[in-house]
């Protein structure tokens, strides 16, 4: 792994299977300041449109498939940029052990429920809005967390609440979920990153 100790500009990596609006807020946030850099991103999806939106940033983006993700493909695009740090946003493969020995507390992922609640394979994105409505929960909000093995186990670095009412539908949620996501990510992306060091 290579660490940009010296000019301060950590590498990171946005991996995204989907839309990616989380990705484009991540980069705006950071695009006039000096402190992250965002040279890649990747996906497991050739189809996802967060390759549109990588285009728009003028940001490399490239496509592995499961086979690769396990055999290290993926992992050679992080080598071959040199990142030093690695962020899922709307990320739905689990992580292999060739990416988690390389990255040691260096992978996040954020999860749009309030973990543990939600969480696991097959909870993802409008699934866990689907399912908090059918509860009847009262709220529902947004886990920022380490990677592990485990799908949505890591160690919780940040949550945020927001509440569900009655009348909510899945999609009203899920809005209300991407504004915290919107907020709160790319701060808590900065905190950790500068943790590190
Ligand atoms: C986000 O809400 C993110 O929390 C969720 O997918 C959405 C992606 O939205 N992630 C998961 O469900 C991971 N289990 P985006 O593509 O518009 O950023």
Redesign the pocket.
């Known amino acids: 792994m290579h660490l940009n100790i010296i000019n301060n500009m950590e590498k990171i990596a946005l991996l995204?299977s989907?839309?990616?609006?989380?990705?484009e807020n991540i980069v705006h946030y950071f695009k006039s300041g000096n402190e992250l850099e965002f040279p890649l991103i990747l996906s497991n999806n050739p189809d996802a449109y967060?390759h549109e939106r990588a285009k728009k940033l003028n940001i490399p983006s490239f496509t592995f498939s499961k086979k690769g993700f396990e055999n290290g493909e993926a992992l050679s695009f992080l080598t071959k940029y040199q990142i030093d740090f690695i962020v899922?946003?709307?990320?739905?493969l689990k992580i292999p052990e060739n990416i988690l020995d390389a990255y040691p507390n260096r992978i996040i992922?954020?999860?749009?429920a309030l973990l543990p609640k939600y969480g696991g394979k097959g909870?993802?994105?409008s699934h866990?809005h689907e399912s908090v409505v059918a509860n009847r929960e009262t709220e529902s909000g947004?886990t920022i967390h380490y990677v592990n093995e485990n799908?949505?186990e890591g160690n919780i670095i940040f949550q945020a609440k927001c509440e569900v009412l009655p009348a909510d539908s899945p999609e009203n949620v899920?809005e209300k979920?991407?504004a915290l996501?919107y907020k709160y990510f790319p701060e808590i992306i900065l905190k950790v990153v500068r943790s590190l060091y």
């Open positions: 995204a989907g839309s990616g609006s989380n990705v967060v899922l946003a709307g990320f739905l992922n954020i999860h749009p909870m993802y994105g866990v947004i799908y949505d899920a979920v991407h996501e």
